[in-house]
């Protein structure tokens, strides 16, 4: 497992692809952190997260499209299937390589807050929860993105669909304030990855909204998974 | 040291494998043979733990691929059809990343180096596997297959998209490594089989055909004695007089011409000899026959008969 964490984590590094999305994810968050923050001459940092969440739909697919899209087009797939490897050691190793370096970036960009110190007085309580829930909802996109990733050998139409699924989640949540069935908007509340992230932006950590993120990472990497074994039987 | 029993396998409603049993001995050079879609590679994905199957059991060295997956991969080791090489590592790189994949337990770079060495890709160690040349990327192929020194080899058309003398590199190599190993190989390539292989499995439609030492192959199938004969004469009439020899079943013209000559294969009664009769019949007509030959059956010969049932005759073969 961790040969195959190693070459991932090296892969980021030896060619674009980790430069790009740690590029692009700095430039967007920069961006709208000044734009948030430093333009409007505010320490409240929530309007920074919550665009920053909708920024993850376009950067978490820029981090996991290539996982295993471009290992079955190159055929070095079979290298590790026939490996003395498990199955969840693969998915794994990968997935912790993509979370690594989303972390490595999230702790750059977190860099930010200090200019925030220097100058205010924000409330720290609430960046913290606010980072930990972007970092969970982070941990979410990536099980996705990776599963998505195992279902084809093109890498374009992985990022595609990624985009599409997370976008999908963003309608969800927004359907939740028009509709009139209490029951359904109960459902979808419950389901939706936004909607848990709001307590996280009053500096609560919500422990059953951990759970929940944690939860849905653990069944996407179960399906990913489960996509390697069936295509093992089919 | 592999033992393949009754593997059934379908993708949707094309039955790929169908009730295929084979075993392999240590030390054995066996030789997969059958055309595209035979079903060649689905076995060896399926030896390899790459694929399961729908029914039917692979066991390595008496470890079984579904029950004991880790025990038994770590006893193969598998060069699919496309080398499954990371073009953005040196070689070295490459074959250290395989070597911690495979959990090997020896010196890491005397055993690396070790392998550069029998796969003769010492002189590209440093360089980038996207810039190899096919050669070396088969051969790059075979070292990865190599580490943690497995019992058995699984090589999947190992010489396809070579030169000529590559093959005959390839071939060597694989030769040499029969020594130590027990290798199984597939092969659409007849004389590569041949070559190269001490057992051959013939594959077809799913189905085992054959399964003979590649010496022995041609004497399974019960054969016509047949000569080729070259003959300064008038063709039809060349081959009407042929016919009409006592015990030959067939004459007909291969097509090949020399000078003012032209060859003939003649199929005589099994056990028959019929040299000195054509050589008479021949002299009588004053047709001067400039050359005579015993043609053998090749392996293609017995692939076609067993997968085709057959029509040899007039086909351009030598042994």
Aim: charged residues 20%; proline residues 3%; neutral net charge.
């Amino acid at each position: 497992m961790f040969a195959i964490y190693k070459r991932e984590m090296r892969t980021y590094f030896t060619t674009p692809a980790g430069y790009i999305f740690m590029a692009i994810f700095l430039c967007a968050a920069g961006f709208i952190f000044s734009l948030t923050t430093l333009q409007e001459q505010s320490t409240d940092v929530s309007l920074y997260f919550q665009v920053l969440m909708i920024a993850y739909i376009v950067l978490i697919p820029l981090l996991t499209m290539r996982s295993f899209a471009e290992e079955k087009r190159n055929k070095t797939e079979q290298l590790l299937l026939t490996a003395p490897v498990s199955l969840w050691s693969l998915v794994l190793a990968k997935f912790l390589a993509a979370f690594t370096l989303f972390l490595g970036t999230v702790a750059v960009s977190s860099l930010f807050f200090v200019t925030l110190g220097m100058y205010g007085d924000p409330n720290w309580g609430r960046i913290l929860g606010c980072t930990i829930g972007m970092i969970l909802i982070g941990v979410c996109f990536i099980a996705i993105g990776m599963f998505l990733s195992s279902l084809t050998d093109n890498q374009f139409t992985a990022a595609v669909t990624t985009i599409g699924v997370l976008c999908g989640l963003v309608v969800l949540a927004m359907l939740n304030g028009i509709l009139d069935s209490y029951v359904l908007r109960l459902v979808l509340d419950w389901i939706s990855i936004y909607s848990r992230y709001t307590n996280f932006t009053m500096g609560i950590f919500d422990f059953s909204s951990a759970v929940y993120y944690l939860s849905m990472c653990g069944v996407f990497l179960f399906l990913t998974v489960r996509v390697y074994e069936k295509r093992r039987f089919s | 040291m592999i033992e393949v029993e009754h593997l059934v396998k379908s993708y949707g409603t094309n039955l790929a494998l169908d009730d295929v049993s084979f075993s392999v001995g240590e030390r054995e050079i066996l030789g997969l043979l059958g055309p595209n879609g035979a079903g060649k590679s689905t076995a060896m994905n399926i030896m390899t733990g790459y694929l399961s199957a729908n029914a039917g059991t692979v066991r390595i060295d008496g470890k079984d691929i579904l029950e004991e997956p880790g025990e038994a991969k770590k006893r193969i080791g598998f060069l699919p059809e496309t080398p499954p090489l990371y073009g953005d590592m040196r070689v070295e790189e490459y074959l250290r990343f395989v070597y911690d994949l495979k959990q090997c337990t020896y010196n890491r770079e005397a055993h690396i180096e070790e392998i550069c060495r029998v796969t003769r890709i010492s002189d590209a160690r440093r360089r980038i596997v996207k810039n190899l040349s096919t050669g070396y990327r088969q051969r790059l192929g075979i070292a990865q297959a190599l580490i943690g020194n497995p019992g058995v080899l699984v090589l999947d058309e190992p010489t396809v998209g070579l030169d000529p003398k590559q093959i005959i590199e390839v071939r060597n190599l694989i030769r040499t490594l029969g020594r130590e190993h027990t290798v199984i190989l597939s092969s659409h390539i007849l004389s590569e089989v041949q070559a190269v292989c001490d057992r051959v499995v013939i594959l077809d439609q799913g189905k085992v055909l054959c399964d003979e030492r590649t010496d022995s192959i041609s004497r399974t199938i019960q054969q016509n004695a047949r000569i080729r004969v070259s003959i300064c004469g008038p063709g039809r009439e060349v081959v009407e007089t042929l016919r009409g020899l006592p015990n030959v079943i067939s004459a007909a013209a291969t097509g090949d011409r020399e000078k003012d000559s032209f060859s003939y294969f003649v199929e005589s009664a099994p056990g028959t000899d019929v040299r000195k009769d054509v050589f008479f019949a021949m002299a009588q007509q004053n047709w001067p026959v400039v050359g005579m030959e015993e043609e053998g059956y090749s392996l293609e010969d017995v692939f076609l008969k067993l997968t085709d049932a057959g029509n040899i005759t007039g086909k351009k073969r030598k042994k």
